[in-house]
């Protein structure tokens, strides 16, 4: 079994950078698999951020890529996304998830972080 | 990029009774690459069906997906009272990979 634990600011302001945390239970080493971000903003459907691969391959959206970093520490059995410039168009839950291969889909999810963007 | 379009946005039915769900792609989906997600109040998402129609592990046989091409559907064959959710389909055949809005199923 596999856990995802996002955490995070709640608010932030526009032209800022978000920083989101994902700490994996369970297994994280295991070939095959990557780590992944996905967003829904309020009322609306869902969003892929990007993936990265254990060794740091990375897969960004292409629609988000100029603004996106998603990082990983093997160590601490964690990961983590940077979104930069944000605008209140940001404003969304973002889930980290589990992607089979590179993030064809995802098998485990967290319950999400909640990121306002607000001056 | 694809674009999925999920209907109906609302479903209302009756414990015991079947749920059709539509997903439907703006563009072919290559080897029937679409999975299907349920997603509970404050809940994280939860695959069910991935390759259009394949179970994913602890998944209830009540649950089943079937589809090719650009039509994709979730059927579950008799709601149980935690079957009452939102689900949103995948498609992982082209990137980027993207998601319909979601069908919510409500108790009539």
Redesign the interface.
């Known amino acids: 079994q596999v856990r995802l634990q996002e955490s995070g600011p709640g608010l932030m302001k526009p032209s800022e950078t978000l920083s989101l945390t994902c700490v994996v239970s369970g297994d994280f080493v295991t070939t095959g698999y990557s780590w992944g971000w996905i967003r829904q903003p309020p009322g609306k459907g869902l969003e892929w951020i990007g993936n990265i691969y254990h060794g740091g391959s990375t897969f960004y959206n292409p629609s988000l890529q100029s603004r996106v970093t998603i990082s990983i520490d093997t160590s601490n059995k964690r990961f983590s996304l940077n979104l930069n410039s944000l605008t209140a168009a940001d404003t969304a839950i973002y889930y980290c998830a589990r992607g089979v291969g590179s993030g064809r889909y995802f098998d485990f999810w967290g319950r999400g972080s909640l990121v306002t963007v607000s001056s | 990029e694809i674009v999925l379009t999920q209907s109906p946005g609302t479903l209302s039915l009756s414990p015991g009774e079947r749920a059709t769900l539509s997903c439907r792609a703006s563009h072919y989906v290559t080897g029937s ?1 679409m ?1 299907w ?1 349920q997603q509970r109040p ?6 069910l069906i ?1 390759g259009a129609s394949i179970r ?1 592990t602890g998944i209830p046989d009540r649950f089943s997906g079937s589809g090719s091409g650009t039509d994709f559907t979730l059927t579950i064959s008799r709601l149980e009272p935690e079957d009452f959710a939102v689900y ?1 389909c ?1 498609q ?1 055949g082209d ?8 069908t919510k199923v409500e108790i009539k």
């Open positions: 690459y999975t997600y404050g809940e994280a998402p939860r695959l991935y994913a949103f995948q992982y990137s980027p990979r993207t998601f319909g809005q979601g």
